[in-house]
């Protein structure tokens, strides 16, 4: 299988492949791709016409991360889309970034931006508490 990947990575149009990072990052663009096709369309069609957007607020959204499979869902989600967004973002700042400095600080700055968005959303989807009755003023 990997034989037919990097064939399939050095047959592509654009740059030469330098190591086995962009031949990853190639094959996991495809891949999440085509896992977050079924994730969005899911959580399109079951938030916008099973549920209704009209009933979309904080009660149904505790009420949904009362079961932990939503959860795992959201956070699914949540890594894959920003994965996907944040690897296509280091290929356009590959493609446009041309001086060392510029292309070290440009990807240094995405993966901080990375890591802060996955570690703010993981924090909030784990930790959080549906408001209880008594806790409602």
Do not use: Q
């Not at 654009?14 to 962009?22: F, K």
């Not at 549920?51 to 989600?77: K, S, T, Y």
């Amino acid at each position: 299988m990997n034989a037919t990947l990097r064939d399939a990575f050095t047959n592509r149009r654009g740059r030469t492949p330098t190591g086995n990072l962009e031949l990853y990052a190639w094959f996991f663009m495809r891949v999440s791709g085509v896992v977050l096709l079924g994730l969005a369309v899911f959580h399109l069609l079951y938030m916008h016409f099973a549920v209704g957007v009209d009933r979309i607020d904080f009660d149904l959204i505790a009420e949904r991360w009362a079961n932990p499979l939503w959860r795992i869902f959201d956070l699914f989600l949540l890594v894959f889309a920003l994965s996907h967004g944040m690897t296509g973002l280091r290929l356009v700042i590959d493609d446009y970034v041309h001086t060392p400095r510029w292309l070290a600080t440009a990807k240094a700055t995405a993966l901080l931006v990375y890591i802060f968005f996955i570690g703010i959303g993981a924090y909030i989807i784990f930790t959080f508490v549906s408001p209880t009755p008594a806790m409602v003023p």
